[in-house]
């Protein structure tokens, strides 16, 4: 079966400094995969998502980058944080347009 | 642009009663709805789903209805339990693989 991950679970950055969050997806190949951000007690914005390998389509122009280096691997990244960027980020993926999506765990993110 | 709007933003109901929600989407080429359900501190998990080729789909006291022409559809639950409480999220899904989800409705249910 299908399995996602994502990590880390929780993490407390100072601000200007980097992130990386990473997802992977286990038992299936070549997925749509997706980032999305959900704000304290907000909604779920879609950040970036992939369609293939070193396919990335931005959705908000901001301060984070996605990349995804193998097939069903997802990287979440930032070389400097703002306050602004603390969430609950959430990794997720699906066989194709049309397709249930499923969700990671979610990695929370505190910029102090 | 592409999006989905979801209403109401809060709704508390009567232990028992029946709850509504409702989304509306842009793009008529919108085939696939999702509805989620997350938990305080949890990922949203999967309630029910429809496709564009149906109307309606039911799930034991889950239902959703789809009116393609108006591009809106709807979450029905009914005899509301306690364990129904939390924070549900339509979706729609666009063009290019996109999924978008509209910003939730916090359901409370009352003793």
């Known amino acids: 079966s299908q399995t996602i991950h994502q990590w880390p679970a929780t993490l407390v950055q100072p601000v200007g400094s980097p992130l990386s969050l990473e997802c992977t997806v286990e038992g299936t190949s070549n997925p749509n995969l997706y980032w999305y951000r959900q704000a304290a007690g907000r909604g779920l914005q879609l950040l970036f998502y992939s369609v293939g390998i070193g396919q990335i389509s931005s959705e908000v122009p901001q301060n984070l980058s996605a990349s995804r280096p193998q097939d069903r691997q997802f990287i979440l990244s930032s070389k400097k944080l703002l306050l602004s960027d603390s969430g609950f980020y959430l990794c997720a993926w699906c066989t194709g347009s049309g397709n249930t999506i499923y969700f990671g765990e979610g990695s929370w993110l505190t910029v102090v | 642009g592409e999006n989905v709007e979801q209403h109401p933003s809060t709704l508390s109901v009567q232990e028992g009663d029946s709850a509504v929600i409702k989304c509306t989407y842009s793009d008529s080429a919108s085939n696939y709805f999702p509805w989620y359900k997350q938990e305080l501190g949890k990922r949203p998990q999967l309630i029910i789903d429809?496709?564009?080729?149906?109307g309606e789909k039911k799930d034991q006291r889950i239902a959703v209805t789809l009116n393609k022409t108006a591009k809106h559809f709807s979450l029905h639950i009914t005899e509301t339990q306690p364990e129904d409480s939390a924070v549900y999220f339509c979706?729609?899904?666009?063009?290019?693989?996109?999924?978008?989800f509209g910003k939730g409705t916090r359901l409370h249910i009352l003793p």
């Open positions: 429809i496709r564009s080729n149906v």
């Open positions: 979706a729609a899904s666009y063009r290019d693989d996109k999924i978008i």
